[in-house]
């Protein structure tokens, strides 16, 4: 089993920072990729940005995020982080964890981040 800890929401103003983390912990795991989701109310749940530690670190970022936002990965803490600049009022979502692990057929989540940008 693998559990995702999610940590850095919160409210921001409009053109304000943000960095979400989610650390992954368990035993006897492998990180294949990890990524972030987002779900806005009425909205369905969309990809903010994905890195894939297997095939060569491959990144995809949302085409609504692009250039905002950065996702990167500290493997020795096998953590991966998501710095959201230039934030505008329609990121406002939870933000999801969410992580492929090697040999572990089902993809996990973390338990939501609420980010708000509001003036």
């Known amino acids: 089993q693998v559990q995702l800890v999610e940590s850095g929401g919160g409210l921001v103003q409009p053109g304000g920072s943000l960095r979400l983390s989610c650390a992954a912990s368990?035993?006897?795991?492998?990180?294949?990729?990890m990524a972030w989701y987002r779900q806005a109310p009425g909205k369905q749940r969309e990809l903010v940005a994905r890195i894939s530690s297997g095939g060569g670190g491959d990144i995809t970022y949302g085409d609504s995020v692009k250039g905002r936002i950065i996702i990167f990965q500290d493997n020795a803490k096998n953590t991966v982080h998501l710095q959201m600049n230039s934030l505008k009022p329609e990121d406002k979502a939870v933000y999801y964890c969410n992580g492929d692990f090697y040999g572990l057929g089902d993809s996990y989540w973390g338990q939501g981040n609420q980010v708000t940008v509001s003036s």
């Open positions: 368990g035993s006897d795991f492998a990180i294949y990729g």
